[in-house]
Structures are given as structure tokens and as C-alpha cells.
């Protein structure tokens, strides 16, 4: 369950009046879905927390068009997002976790939320994991809905459709 394959990325795509060029991944893992999206974008940014996976992404890749970052990225999101002021990105935000690991924040979804609120353009939000929403108990999850998220990016809410096990939004 939450796996992008290319099929939901077509369908998240389809019909679309804009498509934008640049996919920003949160939660890079062993980059399988980077890969996925790279098949459709020019460039794919990819955030890791963890050191071990974001090396072990890193080098297992051969995809030229698919760019890792190592850090948090409720910080790295802000920063990353000032290099695309210019046009809109697709981002894909799966870095949240059932566990928080301590030395970092296993749930960072409410700041990106926040950077991408700042933004003007017609981005789109994917966030995966729809069939977790509001289930797990004190971890962070049960304060995240599709309707939470939808009163978090307030009137910037074009449509809202939940495709397989994905929240997405255009805005
Ligand atoms: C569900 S996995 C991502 C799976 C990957 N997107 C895929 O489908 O192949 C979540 C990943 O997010 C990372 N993560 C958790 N909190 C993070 C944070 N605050 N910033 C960046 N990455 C984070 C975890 O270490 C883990 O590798």
C-alpha cells in the first residue's frame, strides 16, 4: 500500500490543463518512487532524513534527472522551493512516518504544508498514505484528513480527489 506506480501518476496527470516540469519528492527511502516520477518529469528532487538511505539512494541511481538532498525536510523543503519561484512543481509528500525517530521530525507534513502555502502557482500536492489518515493514534497521524489538510491550504484548494491511496490537490 502507498507505492506511486506510473499508472497513478497518469491518472493524478490526466486531463490536466498545466503540467509542471519540476517534481519535489519528500522521503526519498531507497528511491523507488523517484524513479517512478522521473519517467514524467524533467527533474525530480528527492529529500532523505536519514543518512544511510539517502547515500544508499544515491548510489544505487543511474537517472540523471532525479536530485537527492539529505536533511529534514520541514527546513529543506523552504529552502529547496525559493530555486522554482518561477513555475509550478508537483510535490509528493511522503516523509511522514508511524514512528517519530527522535533525532529528527517524523512528521513534518503541517511545515511543508507551510512552505508550499507561500507559494503562487499552480502546484499540485500529493500526499500519500490516505488509508493511515487519522488512524494512528499519538503519533501525529490522527490530526491528518483529507479535510484537515484541505482547511490547512484553505481557499488555494482548486479540487481535491483522492486517487488510489493518494490525497491530491491542485492549487
Ligand atoms: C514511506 S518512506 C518513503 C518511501 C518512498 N517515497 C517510496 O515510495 O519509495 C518515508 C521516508 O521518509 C523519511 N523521513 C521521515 N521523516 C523525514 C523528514 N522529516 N525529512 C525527510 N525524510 C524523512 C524516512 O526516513 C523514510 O525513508
New binding site residues.
Partial sequence: M???TAEIVRKILFNIEYKPKICL??????????KVWAGFFDEVHT????KS?YLKAKKSNSLKNIHFYL????Q?LSKLIKRFNHQPVLF?L????KRNQGQ???F?IWKELDAIKTRDFRDIVVV??VHAFGRVSGKGWEGLTVETISDYLGDKVKDLKVIDDNCVVWI
Fill in positions: 502507498g507505492q506511486i519528492e519528500t522521503g526519498t527511502r531507497n528511491g523507488s518512487s523517484a529529500i532523505e532524513v536519514r538511505a536533511g529534514d525536510s520541514s529543506v509528493y511522503d516523509a511522514h512516518r529528527y521530525n517524523g513534518p500519500d498514505d
